[in-house]
């Protein structure tokens, strides 16, 4: 064989792996939509897709993996975008376009994600499985966070806290769009959900959004013991004005 | 038997019930810290406790369930006690008043609680059950928010991300503690904390803390386009003087 016609096959192989995946992937939804998660084998996977076992555990270290096909590259993906992120942008915001990064997988696939969503209800196995991949996407936003509050005396204690916070505030748009079966736009609800939880935590909008105007200033003259978040509802508004 | 008898049958079984459900559990520790979790099996812990199978299945549902042996009994006073909060109250410290009921589980025994907390490390399905269990945490406190913030439009998203919050704060001061082998205060740090969780969140102490002298005015001032954060640090030391 020249090289000419290995690189040849090497490529054919190459591209035919996503195929195969993909078809992996939809043979057993297809059987856990049919039958369930629990009543289905990897056996029935295999001969529903028309490969061998070895191929299926070749993509997929197990049943469990199959459902979430996509983590593994969307941690991935998550984690290098951290890694070249700009040293003097916000980190709040930084973990926030993090987590769309991963949202884009449950967006580009409506009805996939819903299904996936109803059968992680159903399977208490796979809601384990959920929360340990969410625990993972959360402790890699938290080491983005601990490196850039490195200089804090509680940086290691804001890091988890925001990283939590962010988390959940994606998970609770999302959950809520799964929940609707797909309706609307999901994009748009976890910015407005993001949006919230940067309010909190982050430095705002820099000056990229908002211009400075530096010989601006503004006043709040609030009673002694007045509740915080009245005053930061008063500062906002009047900064956002 | 007579029903004096029987009575008291019934008493010596019901006070027997928590010294078996400590000796399994003395058991299992034992056994896992001599040859690891995976090598134990329930016959090897019933066997070292003197009791029968029937006797571990009837405490705990599974082996993994023996390695938290509190979790239920936590969660259950967590949820007790957000039951009878009183619906005056700051929603915020009543969520961290939660946590701090499920911290004297931990607190009032150093050696258990680090020595489970290396076993969840080495294990990963201990970790996964770990997981789930706190998660069932924070979905008690979130439900609780979620009915205090009913009102407010953006109610349930604030409950899940302060529930979030509370819980990585929690969870960041507790694992310290457990890190460093159980050194030092875990209440004090666990409290230190929930106080930045409180502090981010809260309405801040309410008057019973901090008395409100009414004629006292607080003025501050900021160029527009500050930092939220910083607004909220100068505010909060003008406040606190």
């Not at 039958?35 to 469990?64: C, M, N, W, Y």
């Not at 709040?92 to 819903?114: G, H, I, K, W």
């Amino acid at each position: 064989m020249s090289d000419l016609q290995k690189r040849g096959r090497g490529q054919a192989a190459a591209a035919e792996r996503p195929a195969m995946r993909e078809a992996l992937v939809a043979a057993a939804f297809r059987l856990f939509g049919e039958r369930g998660f629990e009543q289905t084998t990897v056996d029935d996977i295999v001969t529903l897709a028309g490969v061998g076992r070895r191929s299926f555990f070749r993509h997929f270290p197990s049943k469990e993996d199959v459902v979430f096909p996509d983590h593994e590259g969307g941690l991935a993906a998550m984690t290098a975008y951290l890694a070249d992120a700009d040293d003097a942008g916000d980190p709040v915001e930084q973990v926030c376009d993090a987590t769309r990064l991963v949202l884009r997988t449950y967006a580009a696939n409506p009805a996939f994600s819903v299904q996936r969503y109803r059968l992680t209800r159903q399977v208490p196995g796979l809601r384990a499985y959920e929360l340990s991949v969410v625990w993972r996407y959360e402790r890699a936003l938290a080491d983005h966070l601990r490196a850039r509050f490195a200089v804090r005396s509680d940086g290691a204690l804001r890091a988890d806290v925001i990283a939590a916070a962010v988390v959940a505030a994606h998970n609770h748009a999302l959950r809520t769009w799964l929940r609707s079966g797909g309706e609307g736009d999901v994009e748009e609800a976890v910015d407005s959900a993001l949006g919230y939880a940067a309010k909190t935590f982050g430095d705002g909008p820099g000056p990229a959004q908002a211009p400075v105007r530096e010989e601006e200033v503004v006043v709040v003259v609030a009673r002694r013991g007045t509740p915080m978040w009245r005053v930061v509802q008063g500062v906002e508004s009047a900064l956002e004005a």
